[in-house]
């Protein structure tokens, strides 16, 4: 009878330690620190979302996996163990009450987000995996470390898909439209980008942060492609964008749509200075002396013509019906897709000045 008032009293006294205060330092796993978020996983539940830099968590006894904010990739385990750190397995290692990681066994890619912006502004892009779930957060100039695979590198909703980064055994391979591979890492081809200038110092005084948003447009889209609170000229990829107010998010002062130039709308669209749509400078000549046009944009004349035009498509007409097809890009190059013989047509830029 004693023996059994001891065991239940041993039982009754027996509880979970205190639970541990650590500190989960993320800063190794990117350039500058605090890029990379990461999860702790206890068994099948997440503990704790979303830690970037050197965050500190209180843990309970128990096992942990550290996993990427998708959760596709584990950098590795620790337990803990009467309140004590122990047993890191992967890349994660265990200073103290620092959980932190190693990243000797990743490659480092860098990305030259500033060459997005001038004065260098906060540019919002993310890194993905090829489960489509954000794994890099970076708004400037970022190197990250990453295990092999494949990422998509797209804006911050992940609306538009700038291109891919594959990493294998080191090296390094860049693909899609709007992305190159530079000495140092990535960077993104400015040729397929559209310059916009934001003259914000016209809005307040002084100006306020404003967000840019990439599409869809409209109520509850309000995550950026950038930052600014200083006027600032961005390369903007194709697509639909707001400038916002980022303290009034209902705010839009104007939109753009961004297809080879920029079309400006909206209340504030004054604020907005951009190129004039890229173009092509086309001649036509007659090859056997007939008299050639645009359909629809000139009348027939004699010989040959030269005119400058936007992207779209356009047929050349002679007095028999028609002598030529083709069509201008978004980038200003023209390409014949149907031609009878009858004429030449050569393509060359706009002037500067246009």
């Known amino acids: 009878m004693i023996n059994a008032l001891l065991l239940v009293t041993l039982a009754l006294g027996v509880s979970e330690s205190t639970p541990l205060t650590v500190t ?3 800063s190794p796993l990117s350039i500058p620190a605090g890029q990379v978020p990461v999860s702790l996983y206890r068994g099948a539940s997440r503990s704790h979302a ?47 009450d620092v959980v932190t990681f190693d990243p000797a066994t990743l490659t480092r890619v860098s990305f030259a987000l500033s060459s997005l912006s001038s004065p260098p502004q906060a540019i919002s892009l993310q890194l993905r995996d090829t489960q489509g779930v954000s ?30 980064v594959t990493v294998e055994k080191g090296s390094i391979t860049v693909s ?26 016209r809005l307040r005084s002084p100006p306020a942060r404003v967000d840019y948003a990439v599409s869809p447009a409209g109520p509850g889209r309000v995550d950026g492609y950038a930052q600014c609170n200083a006027d600032a000229t961005l390369w903007l990829p194709p697509g639909l964008f707001e400038l916002r107010d980022s303290k009034q998010k209902a705010t839009s002062f104007a939109s753009l749509k961004v297809d080879g130039g920029v079309e400006v709308e909206g209340p504030f669209a004054n604020v907005v200075t951009v190129p004039l749509v890229r173009c092509a400078q086309v001649t036509v000549s007659s090859r056997t002396g007939k008299d050639v046009g645009l359909e629809g ?18 047929t050349v007409l002679d007095k028999t019906g028609t002598a030529a097809v083709f069509k201008i890009d978004a980038t200003g190059r023209g390409e014949v897709t149907a031609e009878d013989g009858g004429v030449t047509l050569t393509f060359a830029p706009c002037p500067p000045s246009l």
Do not use: C, M
């Open 135 to 164: 794994h890099l957060q970076g708004r400037a100039d970022v190197s990250v470390f990453l295990f092999d695979g494949r990422y998509e590198v797209t804006s911050w909703d992940g609306v538009t898909v700038f291109g891919s």
């Open 50 to 96: 979303n830690l970037r830099g050197a965050v500190k968590v209180s843990l309970a006894d128990g096992a942990y996996e550290v996993k990427s904010y998708s959760t596709k990739i584990t950098y590795g385990s620790f337990q803990v163990v009467a309140g004590v750190l122990k047993a890191p397995t992967g890349i994660v290692r265990l200073q103290g």
């Open 176 to 201: 899609g439209p709007l992305l190159q591979r530079t000495a140092v890492g990535v960077g993104f081809d400015r040729t397929k980008l559209v310059p916009a200038s934001f003259n914000l110092s």
């Open 24 to 26: 989960v330092d993320t």
């Open 297 to 314: 944009l000139t009348s027939v004349v004699s010989g040959s013509f030269t005119i400058r035009l936007p992207k779209g498509d356009y």
